[in-house]
């Protein structure tokens, strides 16, 4: 089944310590990106990535990093996590440029 | 910079009732234009899409044109159902690289 799966679906953290939301796409897709949605915000995009080894900046990158040293991954990762950045996250991937995006199930974080 | 705004909710409809939930864009080039679907507890899914202006995207019963002369890309169903009960985003992307999202309109349909 064509997927996108992402770990963990909720986690509760403190302030200052670094973790790592992992996403993994079965699709052999290019093209792997990471969202926030907020109440009233909409999602906003974080990072994407199109291709292993090549990513860059959405809207809202502040605080967040992301790796692609393999085509199925797409880990982000929060250095020093902070109260604002409490959100549901989404991973995406996408093949080419058809525009459909395939979301994952979304893991929601709680930075206290 | 390149933006979506799309009609706020909540939005509550009878069964069989017909739906609109107007979107409007900012774009400097020329965008293809989605509606995603957000059922509860779920990721998003793509509802329908357009790639050029005059183009009609359409799924399950529901129907978007895509207009440039107004920058807009209305979702209308003609009879919803209480299954179409759901959070629905506009959507835009410039380049296939760079997605924009509206805030979300959530949509809920009584029987």
């Known amino acids: 089944e064509a997927q996108v799966t992402q770990n963990p679906r909720y986690l509760i953290t403190v302030t200052g310590k670094k973790l790592t939301v992992t996403c993994s796409q079965n699709?052999?897709?290019?093209?792997m990106s990471w969202y926030r949605q907020d109440p009233g915000l909409g999602l906003r995009q974080i990072y994407y990535?199109?291709?292993?080894?090549?990513?860059d900046k959405g809207d809202v990158p502040e605080g967040y990093k992301v790796s692609r040293k393999e085509k199925r991954n797409f880990p982000l990762i929060l250095e020093s996590p902070s109260p604002n950045q409490t959100s549901l996250y989404f991973c995406?991937?996408?093949?080419?440029?058809?525009?459909?995006?395939?979301f994952g199930e979304g893991s929601r974080l709680t930075v206290l | 910079g390149d933006s979506v705004t799309q009609m706020e909710g909540p939005v509550t409809l009878s069964e069989e009732a017909f739906l609109t939930i107007n979107c409007t864009y900012t774009?400097?080039?020329?965008?293809?234009l989605f509606w995603y679907v957000q059922y509860p507890g779920e990721g998003l899914q793509l509802l329908l899409k357009?790639?050029?202006?005059?183009d009609k995207g359409s799924n399950k019963g529901f129907e978007a044109t895509y207009r440039k002369e107004t920058t807009s890309f209305h979702l209308e169903k003609g009879s919803v159902q209480v299954s179409d009960s759901a959070v629905y985003f506009c959507?835009?992307?410039?380049?296939?690289?760079?997605?924009?999202f509206g805030t979300g309109t959530s949509l809920t349909v009584i029987p």
């Open positions: 995406a991937s996408q093949t080419g440029t058809t525009g459909e995006l395939f």
């Open positions: 699709m052999n897709h290019e093209y």
């Open positions: 990535s199109m291709n292993v080894e090549v990513t």
């Open positions: 774009a400097t080039g020329y965008p293809s």
């Open positions: 357009a790639t050029k202006a005059d």
């Open positions: 959507a835009l992307s410039d380049s296939g690289n760079q997605f924009y």
